[in-house]
């Protein structure tokens, strides 16, 4: 047995299947993914990645099934190994390439058996008697104990949460996972928390939500995102990247593919060097757009080109980011109180009054070079029909 050093959980045990599976070239590859994307163009130190979260998600979950006496020696295991592997299907700067991959390739991050049945990785589970669809089923959460994993209250959130905060330096994660862990058990087939751990659950939902718009959906990192994105997009419809190998690749790799590239996808990518990001011409939430403004989200480009053309540019001087429905997930988590299991939300006010607030952070935008950034607002105002409302008249005023 050997331990490393993390900074998060302190020390983290390795046994000989974890040294092996660490050391394959498919492990490997997460050192070279960005675990928060292009975060670091506003948080500097955000600069951690799959490969020591994979870790720190493993750690958890051994520390959660060493509690659970139902779980057996076999299962330990199997979830340990696929803690570790689980976002071993990731692309390039994680979630920002993500929709691509699910779009071009109908591959989500979670879909892994391929990657797990072949090359080292795949011989390494084969010696070890594991089975690739086995360890997928408890990466997406379908098994009982993969709920540990992938389910409205895991350890992969406990994990994120606070080494995104430690990178970013964001106080905001602050997730009492040691006592959430220690209240956790299965009951009915169910994971669920008890009593005694509402509060810790109600920490890591207050934290999500802090979270969301201080760095997961920070907006400078929305516009380095939406334009990264519609670089990639570029060489794959120019055919000069393939979606399928961006699974293969790490960052380094696929921003020399754009740098390299002689048109819109190079210019992208001079600017995301320079940090001459694009700005923000529209940038407004449901109350003033609408919640009807979701259903453009499969034709934004058609979008693009007509708020382009009102102002006379070109349909790649402006780009659009609406962002999916919001949701809290984790409120719909067990809690056992009384041998009653009952809703995380209707177990605490807290958690109840969250849903709305998280609504309340949601914000599309629109975004242009500096020069256009008046007439494409006004553009993309008329486009979405945007109401104004008194706290906007009163920015307004402000800003002119």
């Known amino acids: 047995m050997k331990v490393i050093r993390d900074p998060i959980h302190g020390y983290i045990e390795l046994d000989p299947l974890t040294l092996s599976i660490i050391d394959s070239p498919q492990m490997q590859r997460l050192r070279r993914l960005s675990q928060l994307g292009l975060s670091n163009l506003v948080y500097p130190g955000a600069n951690h990645s799959r490969f020591e979260h994979c870790l720190g998600v493993m750690h958890l979950a051994t520390m959660l099934t ?3 006496d139902s779980v057996t020696d076999d299962e330990k295991k ?3 190994v696929a803690a570790l592997l689980h976002d071993v299907g990731h692309g390039p700067y994680s979630h920002v390439t993500e929709n691509l991959t699910k779009l071009y390739t109908r591959k989500h991050h979670e879909d892994v058996r391929e990657i797990l049945k072949k090359g080292e990785l795949g011989e390494i589970l084969s010696d070890n008697g594991l089975n690739p669809a086995t360890i997928e089923d408890h990466i997406q959460g379908k098994t009982d104990i993969g709920k540990i994993l992938n389910s409205e209250i895991d350890v992969d959130r406990m994990d994120y949460l606070v080494r995104d905060s430690h990178y970013t330096g964001v106080a905001f994660g602050l997730v009492d996972h040691v006592r959430l862990i220690n209240e956790m058990k299965f009951y009915e087939n169910n994971l669920v928390v008890n009593a005694g751990g509402v509060k810790a659950a109600e920490s890591l939902l207050v934290s999500r939500f802090l979270m969301h718009p201080s760095v997961y959906y920070h907006h400078v990192s929305r516009i380095a995102e939406t334009m990264f994105t519609r670089a990639v997009d570029d060489l794959i419809q120019k055919r000069s990247l393939n979606p399928f190998d961006l699974r293969k690749m790490d960052d380094s790799m696929l921003l020399e593919m754009i740098r390299n590239d002689d048109g819109y996808a190079g210019e992208l990518a001079q600017r995301l060097d320079n ?3 694009y700005k923000r011409a529209l940038y407004i939430g449901f109350d003033e757009v609408g919640e ?7 034709n934004i480009k058609r979008v693009e080109a007509e708020i ?15 962002p999916r429905n919001p949701e809290i997930a984790e409120m719909k988590a067990l809690v056992k109180v009384n041998n009653r299991m009952l809703r ?10 969250l849903e709305q607030a998280h609504r309340d952070n949601w914000k599309m935008g629109v975004y242009t070079p500096t020069e256009y950034r008046e007439a494409v607002g006004k553009a993309a105002r008329n486009f979405f029909e945007v109401k ?12 002119e």
């Open 66 to 68: 060493g509690k659970i």
């Open 78 to 80: 199997e979830l340990r």
């Open 275 to 277: 940090r001459k990001l």
């Open 292 to 298: 009807g403004v979701l259903k453009h989200r499969k």
């Open 308 to 322: 382009a053309a009102e102002v006379g540019i070109e349909p790649e001087s402006v780009l659009i980011d609406i």
């Open 344 to 353: 995380l939300d209707e177990v605490s006010h807290v958690v109840a009054t």
């Open 388 to 399: 104004r409302t008194t706290k906007q008249f009163r920015l307004t005023e402000i800003e």
